[in-house]
């Protein structure tokens, strides 16, 4: 599925859904832990990284099989 462009106002279907979005950051262990649930669930999260907390590069591994794999889109 293609990403959307512009401004997301709503999703496209007639199921229940959310979206889930984590906009921690300065925390590693949190980090890690939001990594492995969504790994190990399936489960789409947003991470919304602004560069002020440096706890995201010390999981750079683990988080690049997220990205190659369409789990996690940075």
């Known amino acids: ?3 959307p462009q512009g401004i997301i106002t709503g999703l496209p279907t ?4 959310f979206a889930w979005t984590v906009d921690d950051g300065s ?3 949190v ?3 939001y990594i492995e649930f969504s ?3 399936g489960t789409r999260l947003t991470f919304f990284l602004n ?5 995201w590069t010390e999981h750079a591994e ?3 099989p997220l990205i190659l794999n369409d789990i996690f889109v940075p």
């Open 62 to 64: 683990i988080l690049k």
């Open 39 to 41: 790994r190990e669930s």
């Open 51 to 55: 560069g002020s907390y440096p706890r």
């Open 1 to 3: 599925m293609p990403l």
């Open 14 to 17: 007639t199921e229940p859904v």
């Open 27 to 29: 925390n590693s262990e």
């Open 31 to 33: 980090i890690r832990r």
